[in-house]
């Protein structure tokens, strides 16, 4: 696609509630990224997958969060057991080099709401 | 974890001047970029410059790298209301091949008309 597009928008889900983020990638995009933005605050980094292979996952901040990308494309970002500080704007993005090699295109973020 | 930390974390001028945003980080680095953040948006990539650059220029951005210093300093010349965003300097780090940006808190600029 023209660019990255990340579903849903936004999510409100009771603590303890399992949640999937979803994140499409510009086609052809090797890199893709999943970061953690509290309001006012800068991306944090959660982990990074090139083609279906995730080299760093050492953001996740905890063994609730799990991401995948099994087909090298799209990714899911899982977070199990919801908590109220989960609540953040979730950013993914792809790049269509290595690292930080080259520019990131970011999608618009989920915005997650635990209540 | 936060690599990077921009100074000042908030700025107002007026249109017509002149922002000047600066960036310090910690390690030895490939790559530094920076990026800008539209309230309630996802990030948009400004510019890249590599760690043996030293000046870049894009339209009105310039910017410079010291990697002696471990800073960097992003300027916008003859700001204009559209340019009020959050600003992100973000790095990467040397001799690991392909890690990912760790990005700064921001500085948040205001240009009023």
């Known amino acids: 696609g023209a660019g990255v597009s990340q579903s849903p928008r936004y999510k409100v889900a009771k603590r303890g509630q399992d949640v999937a983020l979803r994140c499409d990638p510009i086609?052809?995009?090797?890199?893709l990224f999943w970061y953690q933005q509290a309001l006012g605050q800068g991306p944090e980094f959660l982990t990074y997958f090139q083609n279906e292979a995730q080299l760093d996952k050492s953001g996740l901040p905890s063994d609730r969060f799990f991401a995948e990308r099994p087909e090298g494309s799209v990714s899911t970002l899982k977070i199990q057991r919801t908590q109220q500080e989960d609540s953040a704007v979730y950013l993914c993005?792809?790049?269509?080099?290595?690292?930080?090699?080259?520019?990131?295109?970011f999608g618009s973020g989920t915005r997650l709401t635990v209540v | 974890s936060q690599q990077g930390e921009e100074d000042p974390q908030a700025l107002s001028i007026q249109e017509g001047e002149n922002a000047t945003m600066n960036c310090s980080y910690k390690?030895?680095?490939?790559?530094l970029q920076w990026y800008r953040q539209n309230s309630g948006r996802g990030l948009v990539h400004l510019i890249l410059?590599?760690?043996?650059?030293r000046e870049k220029h894009s339209g009105r951005l310039r910017v410079t790298l010291d990697t002696s210093k471990k800073s960097s300093s992003l300027l916008i010349t003859a700001s204009r209301a559209a340019d009020t965003a959050s600003y992100f300097c973000a790095t990467d780090e040397a001799n690991q091949a392909g890690t990912a940006l760790i990005f700064g808190k921001g500085t948040t600029l205001s240009v009023s008309s």
């Open positions: 993005a792809s790049s269509g080099g290595r690292g930080g090699n080259y520019g990131y295109t």
């Open positions: 086609s052809g995009h090797v890199s």
């Open positions: 410059i590599r760690s043996n650059e």
């Open positions: 390690t030895s680095i490939n790559n």
